[in-house]
């Protein structure tokens, strides 16, 4: 069975903090991908970022950065000098077949 | 550049009714995804399309629901005889093709059932 786990239901932070979101998968597969979505008060899914299981690089993108590790199962989302504009929930996602997501993490960053 | 279009944003109905929603996905994504989503949870995958057939159906989804893609172009999807239970945000997502590509997801419909 597939399944991702987002332990922290809320998180809040003062503007210019760092945060660290994290997120654990549970997975069969060898190949798999994982993703990061957004979703603001609008409520529009915006996409962040998708790693393959075979790229545990890195990466960073302006304030944002993902830390891939596959022995830990962990895909943790790191935002560098939070805003108040980063205030949103965030989803971390696995997909095999169809896109599993977790149960998300609520990030209210006060100014 | 044309997003996904979910259609009504929202919807209010009595116990029992049956209601409809339509989505049309971004041009040339062949495959269409609906979820879920209730209050504080993530959304929940209920079924997909890859063009006009329906290859995957969750568990979640009852009899009571229907999702089509006749023309492998906009889908709609059916409640029928509504219950509390089925109040949440249904959202659509498309894809272009493959399985590695990332969801585009329309805004959603927000369904409350009185």
């Known amino acids: 069975a597939q399944k991702v786990t987002q332990a922290q239901t809320e998180i809040s932070v003062v503007e210019k903090e760092d945060v660290t979101l994290d997120c654990v998968y549970e997975?069969?597969?060898?190949?798999?991908?994982l993703f990061w979505y957004k979703q603001p008060p609008s409520g529009e899914l915006v996409f962040l970022i998708r790693?393959?299981?075979?790229?545990?690089q890195n990466e960073i993108s302006g304030r944002y950065s993902w830390n891939f590790q596959k022995s830990t199962s962990s895909f943790n989302f790191t935002i560098t000098a939070s805003q108040v504009v980063d205030s949103a929930v965030y989803f971390c996602?696995?997909?095999?077949?169809?896109?599993?997501f977790g149960q998300g993490t609520e990030l209210s960053v006060k100014p | 550049d044309t997003g996904v279009s979910q259609d009504p944003r929202h919807k209010i109905t009595k116990r029992g009714q049956n209601v409809t929603f339509r989505c049309d996905p971004i041009?040339?994504?062949?495959?269409l995804y609906w979820y879920r989503q209730t209050l504080g949870q993530g959304p929940e995958f209920l079924t997909y399309?890859?063009?006009?057939?329906?290859?995957?159906k969750s568990r979640l989804l009852s009899d009571r629901f229907s999702a089509e893609r006749p023309k492998g172009s906009f889908s709609t999807l059916e409640i029928q005889r509504t219950e509390q239970g089925d109040s949440a945000m249904y959202l659509c997502?498309?894809?272009?093709?493959?399985?590695?590509?990332?969801?585009?997801f329309g805004s959603g419909t927000q369904l409350s059932v009185l």
């Open positions: 996602a696995l997909k095999g077949g169809k896109l599993i």
């Open positions: 997502a498309s894809t272009p093709r493959a399985t590695n590509e990332k969801l585009f």
């Open positions: 997975t069969r597969d060898t190949t798999y991908y």
């Open positions: 790693r393959n299981s075979f790229d545990e």
């Open positions: 041009s040339e994504h062949n495959r």
């Open positions: 399309f890859q063009n006009e057939a329906q290859l995957e």
